[in-house]
């Protein structure tokens, strides 16, 4: 019979499920080839408003963590539910085996080389201000040097952001309530 100990130690490497929903996140950077590729990531804060920072913890192991320490910047994107099986596969795959350029549609970054994706309903452009290491994950933090949004004039008035529940589960928000 399992221990109340036993259940507390399993369930405490999910704890982090207690925390969700979250705005799911397309990390963009850029490979060697000049190609982006695209990481998707619910793990994501503001930390500082005036400058304006944020941090998103990805594992070293994650090939997306190499090129941004060597880039130097990279784009959060946020979907909405059309991207959703985009958002899957480029969750299913390594950026080292497979181009994951091929699953989104790119534009232009205002203030850096790497692009954003097409379609995101928020995008949000970083230069790397530093990096941490803290357990299995590293935080890099990005200085803001731009963003933009649509409609977030009403806190996303007209579509959703896709909202990850953990694992390889989606929602999104209708009229304030979770469908």
């Not at 990390?27 to 982006?36: H, I, Q, T």
């Not at 790397?128 to 890099?140: E, F, K, P, R, T």
């Not at 589960?169 to 469908?179: D, I, S």
Request: charge should be positive.
């Amino acid at each position: 019979m399992e221990s109340s100990e036993d259940r507390r130690k399993d369930f405490c490497e999910f704890y982090h499920r207690l925390l969700s929903p979250r705005v799911a996140a397309l990390v963009v950077a850029l490979r060697d080839d000049g190609k982006p590729n695209v990481m998707p990531a619910a793990w994501h804060t503001p930390v500082s408003v005036k400058p304006p920072v944020l941090a998103v913890c990805i594992s070293p192991s994650r090939y997306t963590h190499s090129l941004i320490l060597k880039n130097k910047e990279f784009t959060i994107n946020v979907p909405d539910l059309s991207m959703k099986d985009a958002v899957e596969m480029a969750g299913s795959k390594s950026g080292k085996d497979f181009d994951k350029s091929s699953l989104f549609k790119f534009t232009p970054a205002t203030k850096i080389k790497t692009p954003l994706i097409e379609g995101a309903i928020g995008t949000i452009e970083c230069e790397l201000n530093q990096a941490i290491d803290v357990g299995d994950h590293s935080v890099l933090f990005g200085n803001v040097v731009a963003c933009q949004a649509r409609g977030f004039g009403e806190v996303w008035k007209g579509k959703s952001p896709l909202l990850h529940l953990g694992s390889s589960f989606y929602t999104v928000m209708k009229e304030g309530n979770p469908q």
